[in-house]
């Protein structure tokens, strides 16, 4: 089990013109995440409790894993977060995302917990996934990593 500090590590927060609906399918569904996520194309396993999303390279191999341990449909997510591209013995932390209404857009909240020494540069990458979860939502275009 992780340990569960009770302050984030790191927050991001952005607004997105969006439906609650659309920003929930965005955040748990495999398919939408493969349109949107900065540095994979494809993805597999759809948030579900106890169910893990992998994240893919180009070449098939999994990037990051994302296991989901609490679900408040349309509102809240939980997951561990996995980072494959270190090595296979990288410790764990742990992810949040919110969705807030707030007319015709939809607060999102990422907080990321128990980030261990080393992967600071997870934050970086908040930034970039939010980022392109942001313009995917609005215009239809990501942000995509080149290479």
């Not at 999303?53 to 990051?64: A, P, Q």
């Not at 349309?74 to 949040?96: C, L, M």
């Amino acid at each position: 089990m992780l340990d569960q500090n009770p302050k984030p590590d790191f927050i991001h927060q952005t607004l997105i013109r969006c439906t609650q609906d659309a920003l929930w399918d965005a955040l748990t569904q495999a398919d939408q995440i493969a349109q949107y996520h900065f540095a994979c194309d494809a993805a597999e396993g759809d948030a579900a409790l106890g169910a893990p999303t992998c994240i893919l390279r180009k070449d098939g191999s999994t990037m990051l894993t994302q296991t989901t341990t609490a679900l408040e449909p349309k509102t809240r997510i939980e997951q561990s977060f996995e980072p494959n591209w270190i090595d296979g013995n990288t410790a764990h932390s742990r992810i949040v995302f919110m969705i807030q209404p707030e007319g015709a857009h939809c607060l999102l909240t990422c907080e990321h917990y128990d980030i261990p020494a080393g992967q600071e540069g997870v934050k970086e990458g908040w930034a970039r996934h939010v980022a392109s979860l942001k313009s995917w939502l609005e215009t239809g275009q990501p942000i995509k990593m080149e290479g």
